[in-house]
């Protein structure tokens, strides 16, 4: 079992900076692959960012040169740096783990955090 904590939004204005995090339970952390989706109002949750167990990462386009995932297993923390906000960036960010078990494969999700940025 994983319990996942997402901490860091907030209001901002355009062009600023907000540094999400995500707090996880669970000895497995280091074996998950973790996740940052958002969802804005009236739209579907879209996946932002990933990194996996060995550091991987990969973005959406949308968000790609402005935003940077990391992650420190010792800490059991996952983080979303995010810079050069835009008004489009407004929206519920989740964190998300996909973690493997010889049973299969399981997924948590945290609570969200509420990011706004507007001026």
């Known amino acids: 079992q994983v319990h996942l904590v997402e901490s860091g939004g907030g209001l901002v204005q355009p062009g600023g900076s907000l540094r999400l995090s995500c707090a996880a339970s669970g000895r497995i952390f280091s074996l998950s692959t973790m996740v940052w989706y958002r969802q804005a109002p009236g739209k579907e949750r879209e996946l932002v960012a990933r990194?996996?167990?060995?550091?991987?990462?990969n973005y959406a386009d949308s968000v790609k040169g402005r935003f940077t995932i990391s992650r420190d297993d010792a800490e059991n923390t996952v983080f979303l740096q995010m810079n050069g906000l835009k008004s489009e960036d407004t929206a519920v960010y989740y964190c998300n783990a996909v973690t493997n078990y010889p049973s299969g494969t399981a997924l948590y999700w945290g609570q969200g955090t509420q990011v706004t940025v507007s001026s």
């Open positions: 990194i996996t167990a060995g550091s991987r990462t």
